[in-house]
C-alpha cells in the first residue's frame, strides 16, 4: 500500500491543500459548540439579545466557512483519487506492455485483468477516503476530548469508560473481517476466470453440451463468492447498530451525570449542550477509525497485487550497450541453440544449428509439439536462450534493441489474431502509413481480393471483435496481408498456410516467391507441398534437428521426413 503512495507525487500539491481544507473543516467543527455554549450561558442567561445576534452570527460565519471547506475538500480529494488511479492503470498497462511472454504465463491474462480494473478502483476508492479521513479523524477525536475536558473536566470521565469498550469492539471486528476481505479478492480473480474461459470458450462449451456443467462451475464460484461477501457485510452491518447503541448509552450517562452537576452548581446547561456535541464529534471519530481499520487492509490486498505486477521486472530487456545493424540484410543464424520453457523438464529445443539467407526459403517442418513454434518464437527474442546464439545479420539478437530487431520482421502467427476495427485497419497495422495501393497489393498476394471484395464494404466492412465474422482461412490470408505490407527483410509465417486448400496455398507461395525476392523466409508447415519447393528444409524431431537439405536429399537421407511424406502420401490417395 505505501509502496503505490510513492505515484501520488505528481499530486502532492493537491494532497497538501485538501489536507489543509479537512484541517480547517474540522476546526470550525469544533468551534461551533463552544460558540453554542457561549449563547446559552452567557447570552441567553442573561437575556442579553445583542450578544446573541453577535454571537449567532459569528456561527452561521463559521459554520459556512465549514461547508465550504468541506466541500473544496471533497472536490479536490476526488480529482487526486481518481487522477490517481488514471495514473496507476496507465503504469500497470505500460509495465505490461513490455512483459516478455514468460511474465505473462506467470501470472494469468485474467488475474492481469482484475488487477488494472478492479484492484485498482479499490486502492482508489480507499485513496480517496484517507484523503478526507487520515486529517480529519484524529483531529475531531483528539480536538474533541481536549474541546470535552476544557467543558468539564469530571464529566469526561465517561469517555475513559466508553473508549476502551469501542476500541476493543473495533478490534474485534477489524480481525475478523481484514482476513476475510483478502479471501475475498481471490474468489473475485476465481470468478473472473471462469467467465472468461466461458465467453471465450463458448463454442466449445455449446459443441459439446457443456452448459450445464460450465453453468455448475460458475454457479460454485459465485456462490463461494456471495457467501463470503455475505459473511464481511453481515459483519460490518452489526458494527453500525452496536456503535449506535453504545453512543447512544454514552448520551444517557453524559445527560445524566451533567443533570447531577447542574443540579449541584458545578455546570452550566450550555456546556452540557456542547459536551454532547463533542462527544457525538468523537464516536464519529472512532467510527472514521473503524472503517480505515477495514478498508485501509483491504486495499492493502490489491495494492500488493498491483505490486506484483509493477515489481516483476521483464526478463527480457534491452542491454546497456545496444549495437546497430552493421548492414540489413535479413540472414538469420542459429548456433548450437538449446532454449528450455521455465519450469520445463527437457529442453523444448536442442542443438539447433543452421543459417537462412535472404532470397531463401527455409521451411521447417515436423510433427505437433517439436519445436517449430518455439524456433520461430527465438528470431524475434520472445524467448531468450539457454545456450548458444541466435544472429541476426551478424549480431545476437540480445545485443540488438528488441525494437530495431522487430522492426526487420513480419511475423504472421500460428493462431491467426485480427484486431476490432476495418480489414484496412488491421492490414495497415503492418505498417501505419501504407497507401491504399500498398494495402490493396498486399491482400492481392495473400490471395484475399477475392473474398474481401465481396463483402458488403470491400476494405472497409468490419471485424467483428476477435474476428468472428471471418473464417480461420480469412483469417489466415488478412495476417499474412498485414505482414507483407510490411516489406520486411525477414518473414516468419508459423504454420500460417494450414488452413488454406492447397489450390490457395500454391498460388499464395507463387506470389509470395515473387514478391520477396530480397528477403529471407521461414515458413513452418505440416504439410510436405507446402515446404517441397523451399531451398532448404530442417527437419525437427523432439526439439533437434533430424535432417536438413532439399526435398531430393532428405527423401534419401532422412528417416523422419520420409515418413511424414510416407504418411501424407497416403492420405491423399485414400482420400
Ligand atoms: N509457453 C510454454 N510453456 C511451456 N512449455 C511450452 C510452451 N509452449 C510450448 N511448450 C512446449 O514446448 C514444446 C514445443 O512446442 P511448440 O514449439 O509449440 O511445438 P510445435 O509448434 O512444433 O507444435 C512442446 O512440448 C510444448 O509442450
Ligand atoms: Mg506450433
Redesign the pocket.
Known sequence: MFKLLRYLKPYRLLVLSVFILVFLQSMSELYLPTLMADIVDIGIVNGDVPYIWKIGGFMLLVAVIGMSVSIGASFLASRVAMGYGKLLRNKVFTHVSNFS??EF?KIGTASLITRTTNDITQVQQVTLMMLRMMIMAPMMGIGGVIMAMSRDTKLSLVFVVVIPILAVLIILIASKAVPLFKVMQKKIDKLNLVLRENLTGIRVVRSFNRTAYEQNRFDDANRDLTGTALKVNRLMATMMPLMMLIINFTTIAIIWFGGIRIDNGNMQVGDLMAFIQYAMQIMMALMMMTMMFVMIPRASVSAARINEVLDMQPEIVDSEIVKPFAQKKGVIEFKDVTF?????E?P??QYISFTAKPGDVTA?I????????????LIPRFYDVDSGNVLVDGVDVRELSQEALREEISYVP?KAVLFSGTIADNIRYGKEDATVEEIEHAAAIAQATEFISQMPDGFESTIAQGGTNVSGGQKQRLSIARALVRKPEIYLF??SFSALDFKTDAKLRAALKEETTTSTIII?AQRVSTVMDADQIIV?DE?KIVGIGKHRELMSTCEVYREIVASQLSEEESA
Open positions: 511472454l514468460q504465463d528450455s520453457y521455465p519450469g520445463a527437457q523444448a529445443l521447417i515436423g510433427g505437433t509439439g517439436s519445436g517449430k513454434s518455439t524456433l520461430i518464437h500460428q508459423d504454420d513452418v525437427l526439439g
